[in-house]
């Protein structure tokens, strides 16, 4: 069995847990409160935003300009998800 194989097998318990989780089953199911959608929408703004600054100091310290141009890209793609817009 490859490594990658034996750290499936392990974690394949909290895997599948994932899919059972209250959140998911209530979007799939639509029986989401919109509250808890709202907050998860306004956290995972909130997170891609740092995310982005984190992307554009990466960026910033680059070694070259074809890896700078990269994550550059990067933090474009990163910023406009979390305004809900792609661009």
Excluded at 12 to 19: E, L, T, Y
Aim: aromatic content about 14%.
């Amino acid at each position: 069995m490859s490594f990658t194989q034996e750290l499936r097998r392990w974690v394949d318990p909290i895997w599948q847990a994932s899919f059972e989780h209250p959140f998911i089953t209530g979007l799939a199911d639509g029986t989401l409160p919109l509250d808890r959608f709202r907050f998860y929408v306004q956290q995972d703004s909130y997170y891609l935003t740092e995310f982005g600054r984190v992307l554009a100091v990466a960026a910033s310290r680059a070694g070259d300009l074809a890896e700078a141009s990269e994550l550059a890209a990067h933090v474009r793609t990163t910023w406009h998800s979390s305004r809900g817009w792609q661009g």
